[in-house]
């Protein structure tokens, strides 16, 4: 069965996939495509959540700002130092530093510590926190971040400015192709199964994944969070994000797609099927131990009561059992490397 991806009409098709052996075919595929352009590698991102203040209200998400039975929290830049640290030791080639849209920190304060950070590791460094002007993302990346990851979450403009109330699509897709422009390799990605989302919908996060050549996608289930207004929303299943996933691997090529958290979280076994039909990266979480249960963006998070090493050695046995290897390099674009 040759597998069709061009059109919208055609990834529909495929995201709709009922049969298991269609399925099967669909996953062999992707994990094919993977194979080719990205290897048998897989890459692990350190991910340390600094902050979890936002000034942002997104309808689906544990860290929005009207929610006040949360306890916030900041690290210092010792105690985030002191977790990259952690993160070298265990061997880790990248750090991703990511909080909620938290304007306490300035432009400098962020560049500060990534200074801080490439003098003394030789790391690549992802930031991932938020929304900023042009001016902030340019002086971030001369200090020496490399990466920067920003989700469009949904390309159905009337869902994501209904679940992002005050923030626009227009916005948020002017501030990837300014992440671009600035030289950083750039993360976008999307929930699956929101409330309200078609599969058309879908279809179309993977298409604009394509068109903005997106060098990183993280895709997850919506997960609905008790003290958020998707309280009784139903979440989004694993059979599906596996498929987005699989379609996006096809359809993009030569990305880093992580098997994210959200999905290891709705399914025990998410890690390995996403690294077997597409995936390969993955984020452990560095966070301190005792700032991880505020930080549950989505009820459930695994790892909460686990310690860095404890996820350490839980990822690389992971990858060694489905017979795939745990990268030593930083595992930077691929899209860099094909023009080199
Ligand atoms: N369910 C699943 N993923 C969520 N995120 C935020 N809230 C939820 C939720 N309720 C994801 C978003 C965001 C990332 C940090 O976490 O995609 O970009």
Request: proline content about 3%; overall charge neutral.
């Amino acid at each position: 069965m040759p597998i069709k991806t061009e059109t919208s009409a055609d990834i529909v098709k495929l995201l709709a996939l009922t049969d298991e052996r269609a399925i099967g075919v669909l996953f062999a595929y992707a994990d094919a495509v993977r194979k080719k352009e990205a290897g048998d590698e897989v890459h692990l991102r350190a991910i340390i959540e600094f902050s979890n203040y936002c000034v942002n209200d997104c309808l689906y998400c544990g860290l929005r700002k009207s929610r006040k039975n949360l306890h916030r929290y900041r690290m210092t830049d010792e105690e985030i130092l002191a977790a990259v640290r952690k993160a070298d030791e265990l061997g880790y080639k990248t750090v991703v530093l990511q909080s909620g849209d938290d304007l306490f920190y300035s432009a400098d304060d962020i560049s500060c510590l990534v200074g801080k950070i490439k003098n003394q590791f030789d790391m690549a460094v992802t930031l991932s926190c938020g929304e900023r002007s042009f001016e902030e993302y340019k002086e971030m990346r001369a200090a020496g971040a490399d990466r920067y990851l920003l989700k469009h979450e949904t390309a159905n403009k009337k869902l994501y400015e209904k679940l992002h109330p005050g923030q626009s699509f227009e916005m948020r897709l002017k501030i990837l192709g300014w992440l671009k422009e600035l030289g950083f390799q750039t993360g976008s990605g999307s929930m699956v199964g929101l409330p309200g989302q078609t599969l058309e919908d879908i279809a179309e996060d993977i298409l604009l994944f394509k068109k903005m050549d997106i060098d990183m996608i993280g895709i997850g289930p919506f997960i609905p969070h008790g003290d958020t207004p998707l309280a009784g929303s139903s979440a989004g299943t694993a059979d599906m994000v596996l498929k987005t996933l699989a379609i996006t691997r096809i359809v993009t090529r030569n990305t880093h797609l992580p098997a994210t958290t959200a999905l290891e979280t709705i399914d025990p076994l998410g890690g390995q099927k996403a690294l077997e039909c597409g995936a390969n990266v993955i984020m452990p979480n560095l966070t301190p131990q005792k700032y991880r249960e505020d930080y549950q963006i989505y009820p459930g998070k695994i790892c909460v009561f686990e310690t860095a090493d404890d996820c350490a050695s839980c990822v690389r046995g992971m990858v060694k059992s489905i017979g795939r290897t745990v990268s030593s390099g930083r595992g930077d674009s691929l899209k860099i490397k094909k023009t080199q």
